[in-house]
T-cell receptor
Framework: DTAVSQTPKYLVTQMGNDKSIKCEQN?????MYWYKQDSKKFLKIMFS???????INETVPNRFSPKSPDKAHLNLHINSLELGDSAVYFC?????????????FGPGTRLTVL | QKEVEQNSGPLSVPEGAIASLNCTYS??????FFWYRQYSGKSPELIMS????GDKEDGRFTAQLNKASQYVSLLIRDSQPSDSATYLC????????FGTGTSLTVIP
């Protein structure tokens, strides 16, 4: 069984469109995250949710809006897509917020904006 | 200054050699340290965690932590071509910070 799953795996779209990426974890974790990994492989945290509450909101454009309907799901909606949004987006989850808990990553969504 | 810095790669070692990956961090209050491995096109996967000063060994992998020097390293003994990947250091204080990664190639 997949622990952290994301859909879609690939997303190719035009500039200006709106798109969503879905994430689900079946590990029973309390905390979920969204990361952006650029072409240089740097993993940058975007958002963190703990029990459906937004905890960390790094400096990302407000075109990005996370939504957590329950603690097993954290979706990412992106409005007015731009070329610079092209990257791999990873969802992750852990037992607690930061602390000593490892994060488990989803397979990633490769977003290409044309 | 970035919160977590890793030695710049890429790093190439011959098969059977020891690969040494280094990481320094800026937050003295950091308490948890992780090494992740990421194969090309895949997601990061945890290979080692370390929480206290000293060495921690797991098979061919040894993590070393020195909080006074704000330094954590990963040694891979008897390197195999299957170890070729990007290695990410993660440091946790009040937040999870990843380094920029070091690309390792093990040459058969």
């Amino acid at each position: 069984d997949t622990a952290v799953s994301q859909t879609p795996k690939y997303l190719v779209t035009q500039m200006g469109n709106d798109k969503s990426i879905k994430c689900e974890q079946n590990l029973g974790h309390d905390t979920m995250y969204w990361y952006k990994q650029d072409s240089k492989k740097f993993l940058k945290i975007m958002f963190s949710y703990n029990n459906k509450e937004l905890i960390i909101n790094e400096t990302v454009p407000n075109r990005f809006s996370p939504k957590s309907p329950d603690k097993a799901h954290l979706n990412l909606h992106i409005n007015s897509l731009e070329l610079g949004d092209s990257a791999v987006y990873f969802c992750a989850s852990s037992w607690g917020l930061a602390g000593g808990y490892e994060q488990f990553f989803g397979p990633g969504t490769r977003l290409t904006v044309l | 200054q970035k919160e977590v810095e890793q030695n710049s790669g890429p790093l190439s070692v011959p098969e059977g050699a020891i690969a040494s990956l280094n990481c320094t961090y800026s937050d003295r209050g950091s308490q948890s340290f992780f090494w992740y491995r990421q194969y090309s096109g895949k997601s990061p996967e945890l290979i080692m965690s370390i929480y206290s000063n000293g060495d921690k060994e797991d098979g061919r992998f040894t993590a070393q932590l020195n909080k006074a020097s704000q330094y954590v390293s990963l040694l891979i003994r008897d390197s195999q071509p299957s170890d070729s990947a990007t290695y990410l250091c993660a440091v946790v204080g009040n937040q999870f910070y990843f380094g920029t990664g070091t690309s390792l190639t093990v040459i058969p």
